[in-house]
């Protein structure tokens, strides 16, 4: 599932930060089309692992980027020192323990190729030394230099010598790193440091033919034969951080204008790179001025963007790579200057609202209409709550109650009449005696047991149906014992469809807990969250459905779980709503989940038991809240023997792909020799989950293992039922 759909490439390097399977599943989910390994940051033995290892979790091509004709620190002992100004430092051609008074640049023989008073720029100018005297001492030779200006200076960084040292276009590290490339499967490589054409036939041939050259254009040489450089690539890249150690950075912004000018003029590819988030490498939102150049870097025309340390060394890669396709979305959509209130919506990387936009309806105030002038219905409270859900867009694309046309199709068909996927009847059912005086295009009131008005309908059709037959083709029964055809067939045999506008919600005391699917989107975007994982429960929280919960977000790789229980009323013996959002605040309280992965929201609705048509219906709903994926249990909102272990999956499979993915769960067990949870099966090791013997063994007063559920449920949930507090419908 790409989140991306943009035709602009997004190049990732990948680093400590990012190589392990969630991140790199994460940025291939966003649209990375290249994934970078930085050769001046990774040792020769480690290159064909890391290729394998990126190999392993996606399809995105890999590129080696060259070491090229550069200078750089050698090793400094304690990773970085201070160059105090006024010293004396050695560079040495022997390798020595770097300090701050003598240490290696590399390549180490560079150093026979300094003159005296040549300047030495390090770090991007952290420090400057200039070049006094050689040394020749028991065969250690030496450059002595002097600090100019002094800084920190770190291992391995970019060191400039204010003359031109011709150096090899690449590396003997970097020959034997494409060599190594090529022999699993590498066909992408960037030269850096490219300075003539020559350097470019230089790397081709060393790759060989079918392979993508990059060349980098970071140095005046470059600049001076930027059109031949051009004309034997296959793609630029600008790196306006090297590129500074030449030109001054005021002169950047103007320059990459230039290049890119040049390079389109040309038909020629061309990226750019460095600085494009730096500050997200510590911060998960980027400055204003990033965002700006992001937008203007693209408006200059460029092909491709390249995320470096945000991604290689950066805390929030994941966040980087969709805030570049966020910034990169919004400039493919236009700039329309006609159209200013669009742009106050943020650009989402989550799925859309299943029939593309979330269908909310306007609430309406007791003094927009006359309530003498319209009719009262009252309606059961379930029926309320299918108000409140349509009327927030959790229904979506449904704005009212079905229609007779449009629950043949659902029961048919799975669908509605113009084809979108839907597969639960949303009906509104009265008695004969309501029903009649009521007909199309009259508005009424919907009340609740105590006359309070908390909608208005207005009446599209008034329809008969037959109980017995509905029932069979919604539920697969007619058979009473099933709960759900029981509360359906005590309803009417009469529905009334239409829009409806919400007056006043029922209060509820988990209205805390209730999140519309405008406010979990606004909060999955504030998250960084583009991929999503739901999970449905009637039951209050235990170590299985932890494990399933966990698992799943190590199978999608996503980045949060949102935990979204069913807080509407439930068959009898069935946990109240009130111990089950208590056992999971509980468990977020007490740290049981990974630390910012998870979100808990209860789901204002009811359980119809009708096991297939309802796993389908639930995931919906999670996909209008923004859920990129869906946990489909083996008996998810099933009851008895009513329906089959498989038929979860099989009506999945049938409906194809309706825009939110199913991670299927069959029943797991407890094995007691193994010590974990596993597919259950019917060795006596393997411990079942029983709904059953869990709430026996709280009524009577006694502790579950274990293995079963956490300390702090167990005491919640025992201290209640001591307490007299209900925990179960009665």
Known sequence: MIVSETNKEILCTLGPASLDERTIMRLTDLGATLFRINLSHTAINEVAPTVGLIQKFTDVPVCLDTEGAQIRTGKFVQGQVELNEHTVVRLSVSQVPGDAYRFNLYPRDIVRDLQIGDFISIDFASALVQVIDFEDAAGDYCAVARVLHGGPVGSNKAVTVDRDIVLPPLTDKDIAAISEGRAVGVEHFALSFANRISDVKAIRKVAGGGTTIISKIETLDALANLKEIADESDALLIDRGDLSRQVPIERIPALQKSIISTAKGMGAKIYVATNLLE?????????????????????????????????????????????????????????????????????????????????????????????????????????????????????????????????????????????????????????????????????????????????????????????????????????????????FLDKGNYILAGDIQLIDPMPSPFRHYLLSPTQTRFLFAHKGWSRVVGFHTRNVAHRVHQFIQTESLTRTGADGLFISPVIGPKKPNDFLPGPIMKSYQLLLEFGRYEAGRVMLGGFATYSRYCGPREAVFTALCRKNMGCSHFIVGRDHTGVGDFYGPDENRAIFDRLGDIGIAPVFFEAIGFDETKQSYVLQNDEAATRPISGTEARQSLISGERLPDWYMEDIVQDMLLEQISDDKPVFYS
């Open 279 to 487: 500050s997200m490498v510590t911060a998960p939102t980027p400055t204003r001025a990033e965002v700006n150049d992001i937008y203007n870097t693209l408006s200059d025309g460029a092909d491709g963007l390249v995320l470096a340390a945000e991604t290689a060394i950066g805390e929030f890669p994941v966040h980087c790579m969709g805030m570049v396709v966020k910034v990169t979305q919004n400039f493919e959509q236009g700039n329309d200057a006609d159209q200013i209130l669009p742009f106050a919506e943020p650009v989402s990387l989550l799925p859309d609202p299943h029939g593309g936009t979330l269908k909310t309806r306007d609430f309406v105030e007791h003094g927009d209409f006359d309530a003498s002038e319209l009719v009262k219905v009252e309606i059961r409270d379930t029926d309320l709550l299918d108000c409140e859900q349509l009327a927030s867009g959790t229904f979506s694309p449904l704005s009212g109650f079905m229609d007779r046309e449009t629950l043949e199709s659902v029961l048919d068909n799975c669908s509605l009449p113009n084809g979108a996927v839907w597969t639960l009847p949303i009906i509104l059912q009265v008695a004969p005696d309501v029903a009649q005086g009521l007909g199309k295009d009259r508005k009424v009131q919907l009340v609740d047991s105590s006359g309070v008005p908390r909608a208005l309908l207005d009446i599209a059709e008034v329809s008969e149906i037959d109980l017995g037959d509905i029932a069979l083709r919604w539920f697969g029964t007619s058979s009473t014992e099933h709960p759900g055809v029981a509360k």
